[in-house]
Every structure is written in structure tokens, then in C-alpha cells.
């Protein structure tokens, strides 16, 4: 499949790499067929959540373990169901970076509100963790530091 | 908006299958308990509004490289220096 992006160009990928997030993201109801790119990213675990429907629509997204080792939420039984998984071993999270543009050190990700995907296949959704041990606007560089 | 008045205890059906009951009214709180089917996600508005906001600032300060960012990435990633884990453990 070719699809235009604004940044990246066009673009051909495997129809089966495309994910399907019914609900699109969050604000962005519109959109609900994105897929994961690694431009420019080499050698970082950071990706890119393109829309394949709009050319200029791109998150920055990371695994939210790279950031908080033991990051875990639950996965309610509706979510489970309508990504139609069995184990929790199906899904991929993600969790979309914020990256003020005039100082990319001071990037929060959204740690409360991971998009997870179930990789058998393909579905995914943007969910609001209940507990609120993690925050919206995590930074993740002092993140980083505290690594050992 | 549909405006009702309730009493503590009172409830108001929406559709058929979901229940929003006035727990209790203390002052200007107001518990109150929502019985919906699991499909219905169930957020505080501003919870529900800020991942909203997150994404939305997120999608219009997405950079057009990851230059900068893969630097930075690369420069926190290195592991402590060899001399001050030394000089730690020979204490």
C-alpha cells in the first residue's frame, strides 16, 4: 500500500502493518488507521504513529518501559474483548511523546494514557489508566538520569 | 442539556442499561455511582479532557525529524563513566 506523508514522502508498506484504532486517537476521531514508522530514529527506541489517512498527522510514541522499567497497567475485560486478545502477551504499549519544539530535552510522554495494540491482529486503542500513579506529562529525560 | 433535580438516593436511567445514582450531597460534593455495561468508558470530564489536550499538542508539536531527539536519547543513555563507579566500589 502507497500513502502520502508530509513529512516522510510517500510512503510503501505491507498492508498487513497497517493498525486500526477504531476510536482513533484521542481528538483525533477521524483518523483510525495509522502505522509505525522508525525515520530518523536509529539506535533509540522512539517510533512514529503515522496516520495513513492524514499526511500531516504524526505522534512521536515510545514503549513506555524504556521510560519506567516496570511500567504495567490492567487491561479491562472491554478492551480485551474488543481487541479480541487472550493473553497479555498480544499487546504492544505505547505511550505518545509531547516535544516542545524550542527544547526537545524538557519531552513528556503521556504515561496515563498508552495506546496499546494487539499484534495478532492489529487492532489497538487509546486507553485512560484509572489509577493515577502515572502521570499525563512524564518527562523523560530525568526519567533517563535515573536509570542505573 | 436535559436538566433534572435529584435527591440524595435518586437515580436517572439513560438509554436502558445505565443508572447514575446521587450517593451523597455534602456542601458543594456530590458522590455519585454510575452502573454502565464494561463497553462504556466511565472518566472524569477532566481526565478524559486532558489525554485529549495531551494528544492534541502532541500531534501539533510533533517535529519534522527525530534528529534532536535521537541525540538526546543517546547522550542519557550512555552508561556512568568508569572512574566514579570504580572510586565507589573501592570504599
Redesign the interface.
Known sequence: MKFRTSRFGEIEIPDASVLFLKEGILGFPGEKRYVLLDHDAEGTPFKWLQAVDNPALAFVVIDPTEIVSDYCFPVEDDVAEQLQSTSPEDYIPMVICNIPRDDPAKMTANLRGPVIVNIKNRNGRQIILKDEVYAFDHCVFAGVEREE | MLILTRKSGESINIGSDIVVRVLEIKGNQARIGIEA???I?V?REE??Q??????????R??????????Q???A??KPPSPESAAGSAKE
Open positions: 455495561p464494561r463497553s468508558a472518566h481526565v478524559y486532558q489525554v485529549q489536550r495531551e494528544n492534541e499538542l502532541a500531534a508539536r510533533s517535529p519534522e525529524s527525530l534528529g534532536n531527539v535521537r538526546l536519547w543517546m542519557k543513555k
